[in-house]
């Protein structure tokens, strides 16, 4: 097959540009042709070979976005993005008349954007491939989003607008786990017929080293427990719970890293919160973006990684996969979203109640009185669940449906 994805954003900080360079290189890796259309993308980052996917750079890299995330509210921030929302899949579009593909895949685009954008390029007259939409976040109310008011709104808003694309330009939703499907077909309203379907996550094989080199490296002379929570920092991440955790932990010889960009916060702000509400002698704090090639270091140097995250949010299941199960390392949860159904089925960490800092202490508690033996079989899961979740199997999973919405879509053709 001949499978080509479209990406408006390969460069944003996330986990964007890593999973759509492993992923196509899997795929492309089986036997399949792939073509990645995006704005800006370093394969050489995330692959430790040649990638074995087309990447064509929209203009020649003209849409980069990274020079817009240090405002990541502001006018320029929107602007850049809703921009290559349009800008990337329209002139993919434009590429793919004359040199047609079998599936496209769109990973990352603004929702409302693309889908007028289909309308645009329908009635204009261009001819459109099949087309699977990836819908990580079922966040389209405004109850299920979090942020301002007018934020909010614009999710309400922005549903209305993209349920009419479904069944017409887009053939099927692509989504990580049965939680995500569920609350899409509910919110979007979607029939029975329509398909939406599970494809989980890519785990990386993490290069681990000693943990208390690691810990040296990183300038922690610390040998006690220590706990990592490493992301972006949103307010739906649970990051004020965390640190009033440390509250509770005073006569416990722990520690909790927080490393990661803060994304809804100034750094001022997370310091003043640490103070007024946390154990500052418990917590060391990294806010900064981590790059790549220096996550081995901080997985390395825990025993634990934290995931204290709140009832809103919603997204998908990477820092689990290509994060702290990459490692091997156990996990403290909070009972939300589908990573916490993946932990619980999976048994591979402790969980906790979310928006409930006491009982995120507990769950540290109870975590460091295990006995060696029940932490090497939380190990021992954490490993599994890597294989189980690894680029190759994921990979499987995108050809599976991309032949089916291929076969789908000859059929309803013979039947027209």
């Avoid at 203009?59 to 800008?87: D, I």
């Avoid at 081995?296 to 934290?306: G, K, R, T």
């Avoid at 990573?339 to 460091?368: D, W």
């Amino acid at each position: 097959m001949h499978i080509a994805f479209v990406v408006p954003v390969g460069d944003k900080k996330g986990h964007y540009g890593a999973w759509i360079s492993k992923l196509c290189h899997s795929i492309a890796k089986q036997g399949h042709s792939v073509t990645v259309f995006t704005n800006k993308l370093f394969p050489e980052k995330y692959l430790k070979e040649k990638p074995s996917f087309n990447l064509i750079e929209v203009s020649n890299g003209k849409y980069a976005f990274e020079k817009y995330e240090n405002k990541p509210n502001s006018f320029l921030y929107w602007y850049a993005y809703f921009r290559n929302s349009w800008k990337i899949p329209k002139l993919a579009i434009k590429y793919l008349q004359n040199n047609p593909v079998d599936v496209v895949f769109v990973v990352g685009a603004e929702y409302a954007t693309f889908s007028l954008l289909l309308r645009y390029m329908r009635i204009k007259g261009y001819i459109l491939p099949p087309i699977v939409w990836c819908i990580e976040a079922p966040n389209f109310t405004y109850h299920t989003y979090t942020g301002a008011w007018y934020k909010r709104l614009y999710k309400s808003i922005q549903r209305r607008i993209i349920k009419g694309v479904f069944g017409k330009e887009i053939k099927a939703i692509g989504t990580v786990t049965e939680w995500h499907k569920e609350r899409l077909v509910e919110q979007l309203c979607l029939s029975n017929s329509f398909p939406v379907e599970v494809y989980g996550d890519g785990a990386d094989e993490g290069n681990a080293i000693d943990k208390f080199e690691a810990r040296r490296k990183l300038g922690i002379h610390y040998k006690g427990y220590l706990f990592l929570y490493l992301g972006i920092i949103r307010t739906d991440k649970g990051i004020e719970d965390l640190i009033k955790a440390t509250s509770y932990l005073k006569n416990i010889d722990v520690t909790i890293m927080i490393a990661g960009w803060p994304l809804d916060y100034t750094v001022d702000a997370l310091n003043r919160m640490i103070d007024k509400y946390g154990d500052k002698n418990k917590i060391i704090t990294r806010f900064e973006y981590i790059p790549e090639d220096e996550l081995s270091l901080y997985y390395s140097a825990c025993d634990a990684v934290i995931f204290p995250y709140n009832k809103t949010y919603t997204g998908g299941t990477g820092p689990l996969t290509k994060g702290a199960c990459s490692y091997g390392k156990p996990v403290i949860i909070t009972n939300v979203s589908g990573m916490y159904e993946l932990v619980k089925k999976h048994r591979f960490g402790l969980i906790a109640e979310a928006e409930n800092p006491r009982s995120i202490a507990e769950k540290i508690i109870e975590f460091i009185a295990l006995d060696e033996d029940q932490k090497r079989q939380l190990i021992s899961n954490s490993l599994s669940f890597r294989k189980l979740y690894s680029w190759d199997n994921l990979a499987k999973k995108f050809i599976t449906i991309a032949e089916k919405v291929y076969q789908d879509e000859r059929t309803d053709k013979v039947y027209k």
